[in-house]
């Protein structure tokens, strides 16, 4: 049976895929012309990286400390996959205040192109590193879940 904060962390996990999967729609097709839309955007970004720490460091709080009595291996694991999702973050981060400093269009239009590709690749280690947290945490045998960290290491 799912504790209570297993379950809340689902819910976080839920909310954190959603999110990031409305927000790559949205970079995608987004008008590099409209000023206020991309403002938005990038803004929305910004605040979904926060979230996702957040939501990591739930799991720091509530899950770690039983992952760690089982499968001790796979907490030093996570934390540098959490460390790698935080570090592609914050050059996300950097390129949208690029973005904001930029004054030609021109500066603008290429900033957006490398924010797209920057929220891809950000977005793709998220969702790499939920698939493997929710496999954890669906399997009870965690030889299971330690050989697709393998196998996704090499």
């Known amino acids: ?34 000023h206020e839309q991309v403002k938005e955007t990038l803004d929305g970004i910004c605040e979904l990286i926060g979230f996702a720490k957040l939501t990591t460091v739930e799991e720091e709080k509530l899950l770690f400390p039983s992952l760690a009595i089982s499968a001790p291996f796979m907490v030093s694991l996570f934390e540098q996959e959490q460390e790698r999702m935080h570090e592609i973050g ?6 949208i205040e690029q973005w904001e400093n930029s004054l030609s269009t021109r500066e603008k239009q290429r900033q957006i192109q490398l924010i797209r590709f920057g929220y891809n690749e950000w977005m793709a280690n998220v969702m790499l590193y939920l698939n493997k947290r929710q496999m954890i ?15 996704e290491a090499a």
């Not at 689902?10 to 008008?31: H, P």
């Not at 914050?90 to 390129?95: A, F, G, R, V, W």
């Not at 945490?137 to 196998?151: P, W």
């Open 1 to 34: 049976m799912r504790t209570t904060e297993e379950k809340r962390i689902g819910g976080l996990q839920k909310e954190l895929r959603s999110r990031l999967y409305e927000t790559g729609l949205r970079i995608q097709v987004l008008d590099a012309g409209n």
């Open 90 to 95: 914050e050059k996300l981060c950097i390129s």
């Open 137 to 151: 945490q669906a399997d009870e045998n965690t030889e299971v879940s330690e050989k697709f960290l393998v196998v």
